[in-house]
Each structure stands twice: as structure tokens, then as C-alpha cells.
């Protein structure tokens, strides 16, 4: 018996969403760029996928680009505004400290370019001001960039609150928002937001790997990052991936139909992990928010006096799958950034483990791992005492 609870990391692809892959893979197998009809079958399966992506987000589908995953939709949207802006004034970009290793390393690239880059860092709870980003802002700022809910903690940063404010500036300031983590799992409106580009990953919602999107405002500038046949509308060439835009699309119309049972479902799970914890009486901490800032599907916890990565090792022996923080930086011998920047102490740092939950998860999957946890938490202080 498997328990996955690394939700965060990938998603198991649902079997709507598999098989619509196969069906296109077999059946509507066309390259949309041909004009013959199963060509013609094919553009219709990827602008029906654009359409549900739109709705989700409250834009229109003509603003919605395919791209292969979501580092890819960042990488675009901070190299293709800062290309379109090459001969301009305006190099300067604000992130937070707390972003995916995507936009960190994206930023710190253009920063090897000219770039000056402003790091904002976060609250002790994981939660960035707006006031302190817009204090970075300044008439060379070409792009804000901030991240709607934390791959680690599971924190929910205030968007619109940005987004509203640098609508409101005197000069214009981009904004973009990583919604990896949020995409169809938290209401989301673009416009009311004032939302330029923002991000998104299809295996994080059930669909298969491979397959992301960016949305660009419509009217915002911004040069591709591939050239070739001019797919995507002459922004992202490359034959699209229609299997999985497809399969993208169903799992965009799973998520948004199944949003209210599924967060009901992923809330239970996560107090039962929590209050399972508790009955067993063990030292922990948590490094996430539990109220409306906070989401349920990713838990943060620390276990002072019980390495993550010994940990891991103990609760895969029962079958259980959770990580030590970002799957793309996990195999990393460092702590993690995101709690590095809330300045929590080393103990806690070096202990910490992410637990992230689908609508598939279950109370009692919850009560197993609370179990098994705390019996390796036990053994390991009980090891390091000796």
C-alpha cells in the first residue's frame, strides 16, 4: 500500500484526463496546423482546452498560450517582456524571496544581463506585505513578480492587493504571478486582479506532465522565446502537444466543477494529519497558516530533533511518499529558501517536511501516516539521545 501525499510535486493524472490523451493520441491524431479535417479536428481539441483554461481565470481565450510546463511559462514571461523592452529604460524587476527556484534563477539570469533585481523578503508567516513590494517599485521597474500560494508552505499571498496597487502607479509596472500551486484550486480573476502574465502546470491538477500555459494580457507586449512554424499564434512554435492539451483541458473542467468537495475532502485530511499528531503527543511545529491565508492542500511541519531527510527514509519503509520542500530542489543538501526567508531557527529548518493532499486523499490515510510518523519521530530522538 501506497500513501502519496506529495501532491505538490505531481498529481496523478485522472482517468478522464488519461483518457481523453489516449483518445486524441489514436484517434485525433492531426497536426492542427493542417487543413485537412482531422487538422481541423485537432486546432478544434486545442481551442476548446484554451477556452476552459480562460474560464478558470476569468480571461479571455485568445490571452491563454500553451507552453510545456510552468518553469517554461515563467522563463517566457520574464525574458519575452524584458526582450520586447530591450531598448527601453526600464531594467529593473521585484520578486519575492519566497518564489519557485523558476522565476529565482530567471530573474538572477537577466540579472547576469543588466538586470537590477529587488528580493522582497517575506513576514515570519510566510506572508508578503504588499506595502513592502510596492517599496521596491521605482520608475525603472519593468515587472512585479509574486507567487499566488506557496510551493512549500501552502501560504496564500495577497495578489489582488498587488496587482490593484500597481494598477494604480503613475507609470506602468507589470505584474506576474506563478499560480503553479493555485491554478483552478483558488478563484482567480485576471482583470479584477490587474494580472498581466500569469502561470500555470497542468500535473499539478491531474493532467499529465509536459503541459503548461501562460496567460499574457491582451495588448502586453512580449517576443517568443521559440521560433519557428509560428504555433501559438507566432508566440510559441513548435507542434503543440495535443494529447496533453487536451487532457489539460479536461482536468481544468475536473477542478473547477469538483473545487468545493475536493478542498472539503484535502481540509479533513489535513486536520486529521494535525489532530492525529497531536493524540500521539509529540513535538512539532507548523510552518504553514492555518486559517484564510493558508490553503489545505499543503502542510508544512517541523519535528526539532529528527532530520527531514532520516525521516523520509523511515516513512517510505511504510509506504508512505512526502518531501523535505520543492521537488525541484529536494535532492539539494540545503535548507530550504522559502523557510530560510521566515528567519525560522536551524532546528526547525533542518526538520521540516511538506505533506500536500488531493481530493483522492483520505482521513484514514491521514491517521496511518500520523502513526507512522510519530513512531519514527520517537525512534530517531531516541537514537540521537544515546
Given at each position: 500500500m501506497v500513501i502519496y501525499f506529495?501532491?505538490?510535486a505531481t498529481t496523478q493524472v485522472s482517468e478522464k484526463a488519461a483518457a481523453k490523451a489516449l483518445e486524441v493520441m489514436r484517434q485525433n491524431y492531426g497536426n492542427p496546423s493542417s487543413l485537412y479535417s482531422l487538422g481541423l479536428a485537432a486546432e478544434k481539441i486545442?481551442?476548446?482546452?484554451?477556452?476552459?483554461?480562460?474560464?478558470?481565470?476569468?480571461?479571455?481565450?485568445?490571452e491563454i498560450y500553451f507552453t510545456g510546463c510552468g518553469t517554461e511559462s515563467n522563463n517566457w514571461a520574464f525574458k519575452g517582456l524584458a526582450e520586447a523592452n530591450r531598448k527601453g529604460k526600464k531594467n529593473h524587476l521585484v520578486i519575492t524571496a519566497i518564489e519557485h527556484p523558476a522565476i529565482?534563477?530567471?530573474?538572477?539570469?537577466?540579472?547576469?544581463?543588466?538586470?537590477?533585481?529587488?528580493?522582497v523578503m517575506p513576514q515570519k508567516d510566510g506572508r508578503m506585505k504588499a506595502s513592502d513590494l510596492l517599496a521596491k517599485?521605482?520608475?525603472?521597474?519593468?515587472?512585479?513578480?509574486?507567487?499566488h500560494v506557496n510551493n512549500e508552505t501552502g501560504v496564500i499571498q495577497p495578489i489582488a492587493e498587488i496587482g490593484c496597487a500597481l494598477a494604480a502607479l503613475s507609470h506602468k509596472v507589470y505584474f506576474h504571478v506563478d499560480a503553479v500551486q493555485s491554478f483552478a484550486k483558488l478563484p482567480i480573476d485576471v482583470k479584477k486582479n490587474k494580472i498581466d502574465f500569469l502561470s500555470a502546470s497542468g500535473h499539478k491538477i491531474h493532467a499529465p506532465k509536459g503541459i503548461g500555459l501562460l496567460y499574457v494580457k491582451k495588448g502586453v507586449r512580449i517576443l517568443p522565446l521559440l521560433n519557428g512554424g509560428g504555433q501559438e499564434k507566432g508566440m510559441r512554435s513548435g507542434t503543440?502537444?495535443?494529447?496533453?492539451?487536451?487532457?489539460?483541458?479536461?482536468?481544468?473542467?475536473?477542478?473547477?466543477?469538483?473545487?468545493?468537495?475536493?478542498?472539503?475532502?484535502?481540509?479533513?485530511?489535513?486536520?486529521?494529519?494535525?489532530?492525529?499528531?497531536?493524540?500521539?503527543q509529540i513535538e512539532f511545529y507548523s510552518n504553514s497558516q492555518m486559517d484564510e491565508n493558508g490553503v489545505p492542500y499543503i502542510l508544512n511541519l517541523s519535528f526539532p530533533g529528527a532530520p527531514a531527510e532520516v525521516l523520509l527514509h523511515y516513512?517510505?519503509?511504510?509506504?508512505?511518499?512526502?518531501?523535505?520542500?520543492?521537488?525541484?530542489?529536494?535532492?539539494?543538501?540545503i535548507f530550504s529558501h522559502v523557510l530560510q526567508a521566515m528567519d525560522l531557527p536551524k532546528e526547525r529548518l533542518a526538520s521540516s517536511l511538506r505533506f500536500s493532499f488531493s481530493g483522492s486523499n483520505t482521513v484514514e490515510e491521514a491517521q496511518i501516516v500520523a502513526k507512522s510518523l510519530a513512531k519514527a519521530v520517537r525512534e530517531i530522538r531516541g537514537l540521537r539521545m544515546k
Amino acid at each position: 500500500m501506497v500513501i502519496y501525499f506529495d501532491n505538490s510535486a505531481t498529481t496523478q493524472v485522472s482517468e478522464k484526463a488519461a483518457a481523453k490523451a489516449l483518445e486524441v493520441m489514436r484517434q485525433n491524431y492531426g497536426n492542427p496546423s493542417s487543413l485537412y479535417s482531422l487538422g481541423l479536428a485537432a486546432e478544434k481539441i486545442v481551442q476548446d482546452a484554451r477556452e476552459k483554461a480562460a474560464l478558470a481565470i476569468g480571461a479571455q481565450a485568445e490571452e491563454i498560450y500553451f507552453t510545456g510546463c510552468g518553469t517554461e511559462s515563467n522563463n517566457w514571461a520574464f525574458k519575452g517582456l524584458a526582450e520586447a523592452n530591450r531598448k527601453g529604460k526600464k531594467n529593473h524587476l521585484v520578486i519575492t524571496a519566497i518564489e519557485h527556484p523558476a522565476i529565482l534563477q530567471t530573474a538572477k539570469a537577466l540579472e547576469n544581463h543588466g538586470y537590477q533585481v529587488s528580493v522582497v523578503m517575506p513576514q515570519k508567516d510566510g506572508r508578503m506585505k504588499a506595502s513592502d513590494l510596492l517599496a521596491k517599485v521605482k520608475e525603472e521597474t519593468l515587472l512585479v513578480s509574486c507567487m499566488h500560494v506557496n510551493n512549500e508552505t501552502g501560504v496564500i499571498q495577497p495578489i489582488a492587493e498587488i496587482g490593484c496597487a500597481l494598477a494604480a502607479l503613475s507609470h506602468k509596472v507589470y505584474f506576474h504571478v506563478d499560480a503553479v500551486q493555485s491554478f483552478a484550486k483558488l478563484p482567480i480573476d485576471v482583470k479584477k486582479n490587474k494580472i498581466d502574465f500569469l502561470s500555470a502546470s497542468g500535473h499539478k491538477i491531474h493532467a499529465p506532465k509536459g503541459i503548461g500555459l501562460l496567460y499574457v494580457k491582451k495588448g502586453v507586449r512580449i517576443l517568443p522565446l521559440l521560433n519557428g512554424g509560428g504555433q501559438e499564434k507566432g508566440m510559441r512554435s513548435g507542434t503543440e502537444n495535443v494529447p496533453g492539451i487536451a487532457a489539460f483541458g479536461v482536468a481544468i473542467a475536473e477542478a473547477l466543477a469538483q473545487r468545493k468537495i475536493r478542498m472539503q475532502g484535502m481540509q479533513a485530511v489535513c486536520e486529521a494529519l494535525c489532530t492525529g499528531l497531536q493524540k500521539e503527543q509529540i513535538e512539532f511545529y507548523s510552518n504553514s497558516q492555518m486559517d484564510e491565508n493558508g490553503v489545505p492542500y499543503i502542510l508544512n511541519l517541523s519535528f526539532p530533533g529528527a532530520p527531514a531527510e532520516v525521516l523520509l527514509h523511515y516513512l517510505e519503509q511504510d509506504g508512505i511518499c512526502v518531501s523535505a520542500g520543492s521537488a525541484c530542489s529536494s535532492r539539494k543538501d540545503i535548507f530550504s529558501h522559502v523557510l530560510q526567508a521566515m528567519d525560522l531557527p536551524k532546528e526547525r529548518l533542518a526538520s521540516s517536511l511538506r505533506f500536500s493532499f488531493s481530493g483522492s486523499n483520505t482521513v484514514e490515510e491521514a491517521q496511518i501516516v500520523a502513526k507512522s510518523l510519530a513512531k519514527a519521530v520517537r525512534e530517531i530522538r531516541g537514537l540521537r539521545m544515546k
